[in-house]
């Protein structure tokens, strides 16, 4: 029987979607108590919220270099922490909490850099620290599902992957996109890229994490469609992996009639596999002689790595805050098995700060593409 | 701000499906606490649930009647209490908290008869405390927006209306359901139905609470196909429902290829509603030229009376366990309310034991239907 | 290598939509050539429709009578005849050309009582001719394989079957269905029924066609749902079939958003089988765990019945006009054969004069059954 | 009422798939008959074929030369000439028929090269004949209702377009694709392309026709997939429309699972539209709102330029033939009136030489941009 650890927050104050999420996805198996925070600069915000979760006032902190020294001082400090904040805040609030030994679970994309990324994770293995980067939709039991299959062999070599996550909240100039849509195509917070950032990583690491294809190059074509942003709202981008697949990677905010449509079809020499996030229950399956064969999450096919996650019967849908949900299932599994002195890599599913590395790479290889006329650019290893 | 409650639970030991479901509804918007429990009659898996879940030694129980007096003697006793076992106790330890002075949660089928149902109702009433009966399907934001749409006259009177409940599991006689298919299939565990009582209701409640139509007859056809089985497994029904509308109800457990199909379809004077349970993100709405509009949760054009569930935007999906969570939501609203004296009818959003009642009425007259050889039967109001 | 056969028409005149998918469809394949027609009563269009056909003007006849007693004295008189008029005039015609000594293929509904259908195929049987009932859905490649899979007994014994044929033309009081709706809904020009003559019998057909399922026994509720319509327009059945499987089926013509949906379940003790009409270049197979196989006209798993069917290769869609284009393929063949004394009963692949009796004794027992209060009417057999 | 036609066929002969559609394509709506031909160069199988086909003995010739000399002489010789031989030998063979003054229907690709191909449209200008290559799928109904919606403007401004044709018949190296895939993959039969040639250049114009955008330039990837293969058979390009907008065409033969995939989703500044070959009865149009509607040929919707070629009702579903015989709908009108001296060119509503002309330029462009290491390459105009 595992014990409930406890954890802090810095970020998700009132009315945070992403930071609400968090919670709910942790409070869904009970794997961990949110014990201390600090979810908004703003102290009266701060307070209300800690109140409201039902934090004890002392661990409701105004900034989080105070949390992480003082919850690294307590005894009963917290097991991990949960770093919801703007992208552009990530390096140094993980760095401290790093620093001051407490284990990480950031939200993607996980920094603006990869130099800063591989800064964190030097210091997380030094300190032998786990880090979690939370690219939810690996969390589904249908991505597990398909990453076994296609490690045992089931659809042969892969040959070419299409991938893809056309949204459309950011079609119109007249501010369809809300406040969210102003801060992310504003270079000021958002960095160097927008849509690449927030969805085509999700693209990247979907595929990376189904497949274990590491990416050789690229030859992007970031585009701004909508008159007047100042970054990429739809990309298009080929691409080569190690061992000779091929593959086409498209992301988009402009897709009019596309609401979170990350969708991968993954060809092989002796089969496809085809899933898509908003029918995330399912998995089709294609053999050598063209039949497909759907399967739902929960049937007795499931791979073991893939059944342990279910938490309903098939066709009882779980949704995206169970897909995160998984990811802290396994991230707390290490976690308290670090604290027991259990723990080995074995335990490990969930997506690392290597996948959030990868992620910034992709990223920044796309980015010298485009620039440059879309050209090949190798992935920096 | 609302203050987070309290509850116990009575059934959910180890291994069981639904309560873990239910403890999970629960945890995802945080509205309560468990705090008191009696998980089994073993006594050993009942101190091994209790902490597990993190009960105090005290607040776990030996048996329900000792846990309603005692929670009711305490202060800081449970604001409500959830019930979890199976059927056929039902009746006994709703009447024990209810006369505690405890609002209730309690799983459907609600009792075996519906004179058993109708004391339950007349204490509670008597006593003014909540009862829910927890109709899992229609707390889907979808549902709450079908249910809107009709009441706004959308696609005028109401003509037919088609439901369906085929799964698949309880096809052979060689034990595909496993245990559960045992005992559901046992007369002296289960009562007089087996399928109908399990989701025939679900049909009947969830079209119920959809168009607001009352059943006025039935004819039923309950039938046993898996030889050696005693109780119904394929059940096919016509209905005549008061102001002249008729439909046809199937709910049926030797389906092969159905797992958990609730489907509904709604045709108006005015156009038609296409409801599927396991793609419950989704409302087709037809029109008089023919044209299907799909309409996904989360979408703007929702009502407020479902929109004020969404936990997350359009094709973030939400599930089986968000929807019994919209029902936990709207029940803890009212207790929380009943406390603090603010408590109005029109809060409520949940199914209440008239509708476990309606439900026994239903499966009581299309028992009587099958019987006697598939004649009209009326139901008693 | 097989005789172009040649044929004559009744009915099908300017602007008929029936007589005109006849035509095409026979001459898809080439099976015969269009050499003699009596179109309309009005000798104008007459005329107008031999000329538009290319007919040579003594064989455009003013009326069936006498272009049966022509062709039959004719040395190249017609091979067979196409009875394309409105129902309440088959009979008279079919009668004259099977008289005459002319194999007859005819449009359903055959006639307006089984009797009359009875008396056809007396006079057929003794001039050992040939006679088609158009029941256009069963000519698809999909129900043949469909057919081929049950006799083999791939998914076992069937237990129950759910068809349904949903139209919304004439959901409205307001003339929704043009001119068409309005004979349909006389009964002077279509008898005792409109809906379930018009497509409840291609329900009847499409499984009967399927499975080799013969009716015992029907519950049927015939309601008309739109105001001052005086024929049937919403049809909801039990059905009982010999054996012991059980049915629903339903056709309306009052459904909003369904256009032309005839669909079939088909569930048996091994797996299940669905098709949809709308969608009919695919077949999904259920098995027994639970996993569905989607199957394309055109695959190599067709059995040999269906694919001498297929002329395009899969996905290279096959409609409506194909699916008859079947029927005639198979019934020219005939035809050709009888004329070569080559003719065996194996050879026929086509609906037959027995499938228009069953059709007609089916509705004859719906109607009784419905206007006795929903009670079980045996099928005479 | 327009007089039936007459045309002659090269190639074709026992057993060709396609030479068979385009027979049935033109008989479907008897828009003119067959009544000469060179269906083999093997004089028994052309004989053979001209008796099945019901020709004359003199107008079944020994080669197209002497056909087109003899048809061209003769007072009733052919109208039009259908030529569907292999890709190779349709230069000289329409040279033949042009330079003799008789209208020629071609199969796609056009010619080997963009040259040739303009060497035949002068033939053409020059005497005043109609040159229509038989780009099928703009021949469906819903085809071109969508490109008269984008014409009025429905979506507004197109910014991005994402085309792609998957097919899995030649994923394997043993031979998967049989005798035309050895010919499709051989550079002596096929030219300097497969699968782009084949069906890349589908997408091309597919995507034209809806949109009416014209290409600038192309970075393409034309991979060989499958071992020991001498030409493409997997081909990912990135597109650049003049005017602005961008797109990703994508064609395979490796794609197991896909049997006849030509998808094309069409992003504009007011709405989107979704096509799927296999599915072609239906178009999906979203607008602003996020709403999908779901639009069936056949509605009452559609444009008159679309609902001219209905022949069945909506959900009677026509195919890929009658997607064939609405080309030769419009073709053949335009060569009655042009023998009637009425022609005009607003008339024409099928696929025209400069159509063949731009696909060859296409494939000229990709061929240069993937052999130079996927670069950008101009259209050249």
């Known amino acids: 029987m595992r ?6 927050m810095v970020g998700g104050g009132p009315g945070a979607l992403v930071g609400d999420a968090h919670r709910k996805a942790i409070s869904i198996d009970n794997s961990a108590r949110l014990v201390a925070g600090c979810f908004s600069r ?5 307070k209300a919220q800690g109140e409201k979760l039902g934090l004890s006032a002392d661990r409701c902190y105004a900034n989080y270099k105070e949390m992480a020294e003082a919850e690294s001082a307590r005894e009963d400090g ?6 919801v904040t703007p992208n552009v805040t990530h390096y140094e609030i993980c760095k401290a909490f790093l620093e001051a030994g407490i284990h990480v679970s950031c939200d993607k994309p996980l920094v603006l850099e990869s130099v800063q990324a591989g ?3 030097r210091i997380a293995d030094e300190k032998g620290l786990l880090f979690m980067v939370t690219y939810t939709y690996t969390g589904y039991v249908t991505v597990k599902y398909i990453r076994d299959l296609i490690k045992s062999g089931e659809i042969g070599d892969i040959r070419t992957v299409m991938a893809e ?6 079609y119109d100039e007249n501010n369809s996109g809300g406040k969210q849509g102003e801060w992310r195509c504003d270079p000021a917070q958002a960095g160097k890229v927008n849509c690449l950032g927030d ?4 693209v990247e690491n979907t595929v990376g994490t189904m497949t274990g294809l590491k990416i050789k190059r690229v030859l992007a074509k970031l585009d701004i469609v909508v008159p007047g942003r100042k970054l990429d709202d739809n990309d298009q981008i080929l691409v080569e992996y190690e061992g000779g697949a091929t593959g086409m990677n498209w992301s988009s905010q402009i897709a009019i009639g596309c609401d979170n449509g990350l969708r991968v079809r993954i060809f092989g020499s002796k089969g496809s596999i085809f899933w898509f996030q908003e029918n995330s229950e399912e998995v089709v399956i294609a053999k050598e002689d063209g039949i ?11 791979t073991p790595g893939a059944a342990k996650y279910c938490r309903t019967p098939a066709a009882h849908a779980e949704g995206w805050l169970e897909a995160m949900a998984n990811l802290y299932d396994s991230f707390t599994e290490c976690v308290a098995a670090k604290k027991a002195g259990t723990f080995t890599m074995e335990m490990i599913d969930y997506p690392l700060i290597e996948d959030g590395i990868k992620g910034l790479k992709y990223v920044e290889a796309c980015l010298e593409s485009s620039q440059n006329g ?5 992935l920096k290893v």
């Open 292 to 302: 497909s064969h759907t399967i739902k999450r929960g049937y007795k096919v499931m």
């Open 199 to 202: 969805i085509g990583t999700h």
């Open 119 to 121: 800064e964190l994770k």
């Open 78 to 83: 917290i097991d991990f922490v949960v770093i």
């Open 374 to 378: 879309n050209v090949w650019v190798e």
């Open 165 to 170: 996550y056309p949204q459309g909240w950011l």
């Open 3 to 8: 014990k409930i650890l406890t954890y802090g």
């Open 42 to 46: 703003n102290p009266e915000k701060n």
